[in-house]
């Protein structure tokens, strides 16, 4: 049966993980995997996580099945997190929440609620977009398009080339949006795009689906989603996929969730049947482990305020590494890197050549992907210099 399966070509940010761990040289820098690393270059366990897992090892009396759509306090404090308790949609109670194995498992769960109600559905994706949404998606069967997003002449959102792609989207059409952190080039919508995409969601009848993946880590927990809390105030129906991944250190656990927002209250229940009946026919129920640790810190005012200090902690990290990263290579290189101090979250586009880029590796031991997108997360005090002296030989 197996005989004729053909191999893959090997995952390029897999494939460059294998290739940095077996790189014997004693000074290596590894900006392609997209995960937070602190200054001594560790991913930690968040302090509020740790205590959450220590309290959990007393509090929880079983192991039983959670069901399909997971923990009924952890879907209403997530609510909480992405809308705000006093927004219209949860005081209407137009919104059904699933648990989810992580950012992933909400997009996949959406893709094919979209493809149960309307199986021919097409879906516009940013140009570019985090590579996993077009098997997520399109796995599910939906159509994928794109519109224009980033500029790589600019390092800005081409904003009369999106607006104009984004108007040939037909009724009914769905618009995955970034909500913040744009991966992978870190340019974000701005206020007034959220205002200006608001009105063209309403005007053409498309529906938003909104990948929230990085809550906090772009300007804050509030600050994020303040363009998708008026948006969804104005849209009557969406989709949001958060991720508990990187904003509470969770990678390895699979916690997320997906939001459906409804244009009324009486098909929340139906609504949260079919999720529940989607999860079923995949992975049957999330796993429980992260979104207890979720639930456990949002619902205690003393965890919540150490994870939110940690969170303030890992935001002003990487914008000081934005800071310091383009004020030191605009300097070594004369060329105008400023842009990567205005880009938001792990996230941006150096902007040189494949070719230069080969050099890097090669010569120098910095491993970034193909696009030149480089975690910038992945850079610290010990390595800054190192890595700007890099570039400065390669360009
Ligand atoms: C834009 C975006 N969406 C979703 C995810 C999914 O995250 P998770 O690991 O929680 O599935 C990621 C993870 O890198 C991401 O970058």
């Not at 991720?243 to 949260?272: M, P, Q």
Request: hydrophobic letters at 40%; a neutral charge.
């Amino acid at each position: 049966m197996f005989e004729n399966i053909s191999p893959l070509t090997a995952d390029p940010i897999l494939g460059l993980m294998a290739e940095f761990r077996n790189d014997k040289r004693e000074k290596k820098i590894d900006l392609g995997v997209g995960v937070y690393r602190d200054d001594h270059g560790n991913t930690p366990i968040m302090r509020a996580v740790k205590e959450a897992e220590k309290q959990k090892l007393t509090i929880e009396s079983t192991k039983s099945y959670i069901g399909p759509n997971g923990s009924e306090r952890y879907n209403e404090l997530i609510q909480n997190m992405t809308l705000g308790s006093n927004h219209v949609v949860i005081k209407d109670r137009r919104i059904a929440t699933i648990q989810t194995p992580g950012g992933c498992g909400a997009l996949k769960i959406g893709a094919e609620l979209i493809k149960k109600v309307k199986g021919n559905s097409t879906v516009w994706v940013s140009s570019p977009t985090w590579a996993n949404h077009i098997p997520l998606l399109g796995g599910a069967g939906l159509k994928i398009n794109d519109y224009h997003y980033y500029c790589p002449v600019t390092k800005r959102i081409n904003k009369s080339k999106m607006f104009e792609t984004l108007e040939k989207a037909s009724d009914g059409d769905i618009i995955l949006v970034h909500g913040c952190c744009h991966n992978p080039s870190g340019v974000d919508l701005d206020e007034e795009d959220w205002k200006n995409l608001t009105e063209l969601l309403a005007r053409k009848n498309l529906l938003p689906f909104i990948d929230l993946a990085y809550q906090g880590l772009g300007d804050g927990l509030e600050e994020d989603v303040t363009g998708i809390r008026k948006l969804l105030s104005i849209i009557p129906e969406a989709l949001v996929a958060c991720s508990y991944s990187k904003n509470f250190g969770l990678y390895r656990e699979r916690t997320g969730g997906l939001h459906v927002i409804l244009s009324s209250a009486d098909i929340t229940n139906a609504v949260s049947g079919q999720l529940g009946s989607i999860a079923r026919g995949i992975y049957s129920m999330p796993p429980a482990h992260g979104a207890f640790l979720v639930e456990q810190i949002l619902d205690d005012g003393c965890l919540k305020s150490i994870w939110t200090g940690e969170l303030n902690e890992m935001r002003g990290r990487i914008s000081n590494l934005r800071m310091k990263l383009a004020t030191e290579l605009s300097e070594a290189t004369n060329l105008d890197f400023n842009f990567i101090m205005n880009q938001k979250g792990m996230f941006s586009f150096l902007g040189i050549s494949k070719e230069q880029i080969d050099i890097l590796k090669n010569k120098h031991a910095i491993y970034m992907v193909d696009s030149s997108r480089i975690n910038v997360a992945g850079l610290n005090s010990n390595n800054l210099d190192f890595f700007v002296q890099g570039v400065k030989a390669v360009v």
